[in-house]
């Protein structure tokens, strides 16, 4: 069965804190995508890579990086949390065909 | 300052009948169209896919509709069940993009008892 695996489900986390989101897909795909989901916006694309140490900003990369040091592995980073960052986050994979989604993380920042 | 709530759109069917979600796409140049299902607290799961050079494609319970002439896509889902209840995207891929997808807003799917 693939699988894309979020570190964890749900994290709270201080303003100011320095946040690592993980995510580990076992299909050897080549592209990796984090998400951001609020109510009534859908998916927003954050930075996506699609190769070991590429990375493209997505559509609202600010206030985050990433990296992909090893081909199964894809990190988010929030340099310094802040409360507008509040949100589920999603880690999705792809071959050649459909995404697979990990169970997303709920990150609340106080 | 005023501050808008935006509301995602809603379907609601009684339980037996059949559902169709829609959605419309903006760019020409995609090629490859996915819906998927979220169910409360988990990450989308894929449902059915369909390439532009098709117009129907079918899978259980569910069919997927392409009209490119109107950029128009749906999802029918036959004899509706209580375990449909969810949110569906549409998903666009752009020819060339290295599949980002873009992504619809979602719609939301009630089931009536």
């Known amino acids: 069965d693939v699988k894309v695996t979020q570190s964890s489900r749900y994290l709270v986390k201080r303003t100011g804190e320095k946040v690592f989101l993980e995510c580990v897909q076992d299909m050897d795909h080549e592209n990796m995508f984090w998400y951001r989901q609020d109510p009534g916006l859908g998916l927003r694309l954050i930075y996506f890579s699609y190769d070991v140490k590429m990375k493209e900003k997505g559509d609202i990369p600010e206030g985050y990086s990433v990296s992909r040091e090893k081909k199964e592995r894809f990190s988010l980073i929030l340099e310094s949390a802040s409360t507008n960052q509040t949100s589920m986050y999603l880690c999705?994979?792809?071959?050649?065909?459909?995404?697979?989604f990990g169970q997303g993380t709920r990150l609340t920042v106080v | 300052g005023e501050s808008v709530g935006l509301h995602l759109p809603t379907l609601s069917v009684q339980e037996g009948d059949n559902s169709i979600i829609n959605c419309a796409y903006s760019n020409s140049a995609s090629d490859y169209f996915i819906w998927y299902k979220q169910e409360s607290g988990k990450g989308p799961q894929f449902i059915i896919d369909?390439?532009?050079n098709m117009d129907k494609r079918q899978g259980q319970r569910v069919t997927v509709l392409l009209n490119k002439t109107v950029k128009h896509l749906s999802l029918q889902i036959a004899a509706t069940q209580p375990g449909d209840s969810a949110v569906y995207f549409c998903a666009e891929n752009i020819e060339g993009s290295n599949y980002q997808l873009i992504w619809g807003a979602g719609t939301k799917l009630i089931i009536k008892p």
């Open positions: 369909i390439r532009s």
């Open positions: 999705a994979s792809t071959g050649q065909t459909e995404a697979f």
